[in-house]
């Protein structure tokens, strides 16, 4: 699923995400959102679809017109090549919202209404830089696949195509106290401005993704891979405030290669946060430990200083948290230990945050870890390479935790390292034979051209066969690309 929405994990703040940018210091511990090839929306053109009876809908329509010309989106989208746009319609239905929908629902409800006109298009009907946003009522539950609207996410955005139209989207659901402090207007529109600059940085998010978070070992893919997942908050201090409206901040490249607060407008001095000294996901077995080192890390301040630790996870039945050291500066170290409980169910990723406690602010440093077995323990590529967190070298024969750009273990070339099954040996050709079998595999993607269609291995960018070549307008990574 493109983009996490505003996914609240626990009322603690924590919410469950340009290639070459240069910065003044090298050293900086903060992750780099890479390009992976996709296409960005140079000039979102927006098309806000209400359902008849929404009290929003006139506010909200307000918010689409500024928000497409906003100093906001200057701020968080120029470094990735996306300027300012523009409002397609609104589109006010006549019918009233239905009290539960599917996402392929609302994909088949996108199509119809371009098919039918009342959905507009962009002049000369080119639709790379359209987003059709679509705003439910409370009243609606919206699911995606096990996902439930206002208990798994706020929102989210994807991307489809049918008879070679490709299309991207918005799901915007209304989930009163989804933020703390927040009206339910202010949600609605915090929620909007976080889909908005994912799907323009990233339209195409699995078919086809540009900007994410691709560094495997990152603690921050805790929060999600897309620029808005990185600087998600559960309280007003991720919010934006312009010309009486609100928007959510979101990830700075070059604010991140700087060491500086990567979450822009409106950044925070002296930026302070905890770096977690690791090399690959965590995975602990029930009932075992491990030790996370941590460091300080200040920038904009001539003054030493200290602030307090605390740590919040999204399963406090399952694991257990302790420092060595309740604080830290840039001059001192705290080790975190994480022990988890013996009856967590193996398999699980639990989500959890340093807390850096400020005067007046806080900054969060989120990691994961996975309830599992080491690496080592597992023998077979398919067996391996299923596992979050591991990787198969087949020039070895070992399963090995995955790094930042390989093995954390060895020096097993990246080309022998499978990460997915569908990097093993026959695994796609031999299980996906047929598209929605195939983009159902971890790895494999389905080109239909060539008059044979077969199940291949995806490149790691994901828009591609990882050998070969197939035309994009053939190539389906995900069900959603698959013809109906």
Not at 164 to 175: D, N, P, W
């Amino acid at each position: 699923m493109g983009g996490s929405g505003l996914r609240r994990l626990r009322n603690i703040a924590l919410c469950v995400a340009i290639a070459g940018c240069g910065g003044d210091d090298s050293n900086s511990p903060l992750p780099e959102v890479s390009h992976r090839g996709g296409p960005v929306m140079a000039h979102p053109a927006l098309v806000p679809i209400f359902f008849a009876g929404d009290l929003d809908a006139n506010a909200l329509t307000q918010f689409s017109q500024w928000i497409v010309r906003s100093q906001w989106l200057t701020a968080v989208g120029a470094e990735y090549g996306v300027g300012s746009g523009s409002v397609l319609g609104p589109v006010q239905r006549s019918d009233a919202a239905p009290t539960a929908i599917t996402d392929a629902q609302i994909v088949d409800l996108v199509f119809a209404g371009l098919a039918d006109g009342s959905l507009p298009k962009p002049p000369g009907g080119d639709l790379r830089d359209a987003l059709y946003m679509l705003q439910f009522p409370r009243e609606t539950v919206i699911s995606f696949g096990s996902s439930m609207s206002c208990v798994d996410f706020g929102g989210y955005h994807a991307s489809a195509r049918r008879n070679g139209v490709e299309v991207a989207y918005a799901v915007i659901a209304t989930c009163p106290g989804f933020v703390d402090r927040q009206t339910d207007l202010e949600i609605r529109e915090l929620v909007s401005s976080h889909e908005l600059i994912e799907a323009a940085t990233d339209p195409i998010p699995d078919n086809h993704p540009a900007f994410q978070l691709t560094d495997a070992a990152s603690p921050w893919l805790a929060f999600g891979e897309e620029v808005a997942d990185l600087c998600t908050r559960g309280d007003p201090t991720a919010t934006w405030h312009e010309n009486g409206f609100v928007a959510q901040r979101s990830w700075s490249n070059a604010a991140a290669a700087a060491g500086k607060d990567p979450c822009v407008p409106g950044q925070q001095k002296p930026y302070f946060n905890a770096v977690a000294k690791l090399t690959a996901l965590p995975r602990i077995a029930p009932g075992a430990t491990q030790m996370i080192e941590l460091s300080g890390w200040v920038t904009d301040s001539p003054d030493r200083f200290s602030w307090p630790l605390e740590v919040g996870s999204d399963s406090p039945d399952d694991a257990a948290f302790t420092f060595s050291t309740a604080s830290l500066s840039t001059a001192m170290n705290s080790t975190l230990t994480v022990r988890i409980n013996a009856g967590a169910a193996p398999g699980k990723v639990i989500r959890f945050a340093v807390f850096s406690d400020g005067t007046d602010n806080y900054q969060i440093l989120p990691m994961l870890a996975v309830v599992a077995d080491p690496c080592s323990r597992f023998t077979g590529c398919v067996a391996c390479a299923a596992q979050l967190g591991c990787g198969f070298c087949t020039t070895t024969g070992t399963c090995e935790s995955l790094g930042s750009s390989g093995s954390a273990e060895s020096s097993c070339p990246a080309s022998a390292f499978a990460i997915r099954p569908g990097s093993c040996s026959g695994f796609c050709a031999s299980r996906g034979t047929s598209c929605a079998a195939c983009t159902s595999l971890s790895g494999c993607g389905w080109c239909a051209s060539g008059g044979t269609p077969q199940c291949v291995e995806a490149s790691d960018d994901r828009g591609s066969p990882a050998s070969g070549s197939c035309p994009y307008t053939d190539w389906s990574e995900t069900a959603s690309y698959c013809s109906p």
